[in-house]
């Protein structure tokens, strides 16, 4: 299995429906301007850095219209306390059987101290009116919501 088809601008962005972290059903259509980001596991160094940039930049995104969802391969469980352990305040959704990470190019191989494995790529969109207006693939977490609200010009 290689690599998943990337979105890029313009594209229509792939729907979902998934399990939040407070059990219900989110969907991409719930949001208008929304950043969808996908990360590897919740409560790990890298995405709990990134889940709190995001989490402490939410009133100026939202401020600017845009909401935050964030989407890894963890049960509902795990999300839910990774939710409360950092005071999160945005749906965090999960996608065990990857298929939507997938679907928008954020699960394939990449490279993982020097191997080549198969695992979530930490990506972040920016989907207006159902199209991808910003596609970022094999982002850092660490200064990757200030290069985000940079692009957003925030």
């Given at each position: 299995?290689?690599?998943?088809?990337?979105?890029?601008?313009?594209?229509?962005?792939?729907?979902?429906?998934?399990?939040?972290?407070?059990?219900?059903?989110?969907?991409?259509?719930?949001?208008?301007?929304?950043?969808?980001?996908?990360?590897?596991?919740?409560?790990?160094?890298?995405?709990?850095?990134?889940?709190?940039?995001?989490?402490?930049?939410?009133?100026?995104?939202?401020?600017?219209?845009?909401?935050?969802?964030?989407?890894?391969?963890?049960?509902?469980?795990?999300?839910?306390?990774?939710?409360?352990?950092?005071?999160?305040?945005?749906?965090?959704?999960?996608?065990?059987?990857?298929?939507?990470?997938?679907?928008?190019?954020?699960?394939?191989?990449?490279?993982?101290?020097?191997?080549?494995?198969?695992?979530?790529?930490?990506?972040?969109?920016?989907?207006?009116?159902?199209?991808?207006?910003?596609?970022?693939?094999?982002?850092?977490?660490?200064?990757?919501v200030a290069r985000v609200l940079r692009?957003?010009?925030?």
């Amino acid at each position: 299995m290689g690599m998943s088809e990337r979105l890029a601008i313009g594209d229509i962005a792939p729907a979902f429906t998934l399990p939040a972290d407070d059990g219900s059903q989110v969907s991409l259509s719930d949001f208008g301007r929304v950043l969808v980001y996908f990360y590897p596991k919740a409560s790990t160094p890298g995405c709990t850095k990134e889940a709190c940039d995001f989490r402490d930049a939410l009133s100026q995104l939202n401020d600017a219209a845009v909401d935050v969802v964030g989407i890894s391969p963890d049960k509902v469980p795990a999300l839910a306390k990774f939710r409360d352990n950092q005071e999160l305040n945005f749906p965090l959704l999960s996608d065990e059987d990857k298929s939507v990470m997938k679907a928008w190019g954020a699960f394939g191989e990449k490279k993982n101290y020097g191997k080549v494995v198969q695992g979530v790529i930490r990506s972040t969109f920016l989907v207006e009116d159902g199209k991808i207006a910003l596609a970022m693939y094999n982002v850092k977490a660490t200064g990757h919501v200030a290069r985000v609200l940079r692009e957003l010009d925030l």
